[in-house]
C-alpha cells in the first residue's frame, strides 16, 4: 500500500494504536450500528464498508501486526515532513535552486535556439540535487510561466522566464554598482553567486 493510499484504520475507528480486542471490538459494534445502510438516520455505505475493512485489519492479531509496520512507516514520514516545515532554514535554498535551474536553461537557449532544453536528470547532475526536489522546482518553475515542457519532454526557458533572469541579473548589478568598485561595506567583493557564475559563462 503506497503512502497516497494509506488508510489510518486507527483514525478512521477513533481508536488510539494501543486499543486491546476488546476495546476495538466495541467501538466497531458502536460505528456499524450507527452507519449500517439500514439505517434511515445515519446509514452510509461507504463509510460502513471502510470500518469494515478497518476491523477486519485491527481484529486479527496477525493482520495488524503487519498493518502496524505500515502505520508506523507512514507516521514516520509525515513526522518528517513536518519536522522540515517547521525548520523554516530548510527553505533557504530553494530561491537559489531555482535561479540556477532558469539559468541553465537560459544559457542552453541563448547557445542554441535549435536544441534549447535539457532533461530532468541532466539538470539534477549539474546541480547536485535529488530528483525529488527538481520536481518540486519544475512545478513551480511552469506554474509561473517561466519554464515550459517541449515536445521531446525536454525543459526549455520561456520568455518570461528570460526576463526573470534577466531582471534578477539588473538587480545584482545594481547592487554591485552602490558599492565602491562593487566592494561590499567592508571593501570586500561579494563572491559570485551560481547565477552570477552561469551567466558569465554563458557570454564567454
Known amino acids: 500500500m503506497s503512502e497516497d493510499n494509506f ?15 476488546d476495546t476495538i471490538e466495541r467501538v466497531f459494534r458502536h460505528l456499524a450500528k450507527k452507519l449500517h445502510p439500514d439505517n434511515k438516520e445515519s446509514g452510509d455505505t461507504d463509510r460502513f464498508r471502510m470500518i469494515v475493512e478497518a476491523y477486519r485489519a485491527l481484529s486479527n492479531p ?32 530553494d530561491r537559489e535552486n531555482r ?31 535529488p530528483m525529488e526536489l527538481v520536481e518540486f522546482h519544475v512545478w513551480y518553475l511552469k506554474a509561473k510561466g517561466w519554464v515550459e515542457r517541449l515536445d521531446t519532454g525536454h525543459l526549455a526557458i520561456t520568455a518570461s522566464g528570460a526576463d526573470q533572469v534577466e531582471r534578477g541579473r539588473l538587480r545584482l548589478t545594481n547592487d554591485h554598482m552602490l558599492t565602491a568598485g562593487g566592494a561590499g561595506d567592508d571593501g570586500v567583493r561579494p563572491t559570485p553567486t551560481c547565477t552570477d557564475q552561469l551567466m558569465m559563462k554563458s557570454t564567454a
Open 62 to 93: 496477525e493482520n495488524r501486526a503487519g498493518y502496524d509496520v505500515r502505520y508506523q512507516d507512514y507516521w514516520n514520514r509525515r513526522w518528517k515532513i513536518a519536522s522540515e516545515a517547521k525548520n523554516r532554514t530548510a527553505f533557504g535554498d
Open 99 to 129: 535561479e540556477s535551474m532558469l539559468s541553465i536553461l537560459y544559457v542552453q537557449r541563448r547557445r542554441d535556439m535549435k536544441k534549447p532544453g535539457m532533461g530532468s536528470y541532466e539538470i539534477a547532475s549539474l546541480l547536485d540535487m
Open 7 to 21: 488508510i489510518d484504520y486507527y483514525e478512521l475507528l477513533q481508536l488510539s494504536p494501543n486499543a486491546d480486542t
